[in-house]
């Protein structure tokens, strides 16, 4: 996760020496051509103010989801900020500008929320209710439509892909041997 918070940092100093060149890899709604900036428009920020407020809660979240393997971290992020990406560009404002790492924290705060419930394993529904009492307000605070030049839409989208992320990368129960009851017993 230091890594990903470098990266981000690295890109918001290219971006600022270079006159904001990288902001025009935000997601602009409903232009074909935009759906390619899915992806990068995670990574880009405007300003160091917005790439400073996105750093502890992407790596306290992103530590947290990554403890079960990095492989299915990097799933669940790619399917958060893809579903969070497809969301902003169809429901956001036209002529608006969407990027950041807000979408896919808010995705981590519902895949780490859900995941316990999920799995059915006590130790990740703790866990979900810990982040949940943590991070609650703020979340709610953030899909609401009441700041202005807030992506409410990126954020209430990040919340469905975390949610989807939790169900695409659930562990699945070992399939049950042929004459075996499936329950035991």
Do not use: C, K
């Amino acid at each position: 996760m230091v890594a990903w918070v470098a990266l981000l940092w690295a890109l918001e100093v290219v971006d600022m020496t270079t006159g904001h060149r990288l902001d025009s890899l935000g997601v602009q709604p409903r232009r074909a051509g935009e759906l390619v900036d899915i992806v990068p428009s995670a990574f880009i920020h405007f300003g160091y103010g917005h790439v400073a407020s996105n750093t502890l809660p992407l790596l306290v979240l992103g530590f947290i989801a990554a403890l079960r393997g990095i492989g299915r971290f990097l799933g669940v992020a790619f399917a958060v900020i893809v579903i969070d990406g497809l969301g902003v560009w169809a429901f956001s404002p036209a002529h608006t500008n969407t990027a950041g790492a807000s979408g896919l924290i808010f995705g981590l705060f519902s895949y780490l929320l859900v995941r316990g419930f999920v799995d059915r394993r006590a130790l990740e529904l703790v866990v979900g209710l810990l982040v949940g009492a943590y991070y609650g307000t703020s979340i709610l605070w953030g899909v609401l439509p009441v700041h202005t030049g807030v992506s409410w839409q990126g954020h209430l989208f990040g919340l469905v892909g975390g949610v989807a992320a939790a169900y695409l990368f659930r562990e699945r129960p070992a399939e049950v041997r042929a004459g075996e009851p499936p329950y035991g017993g």
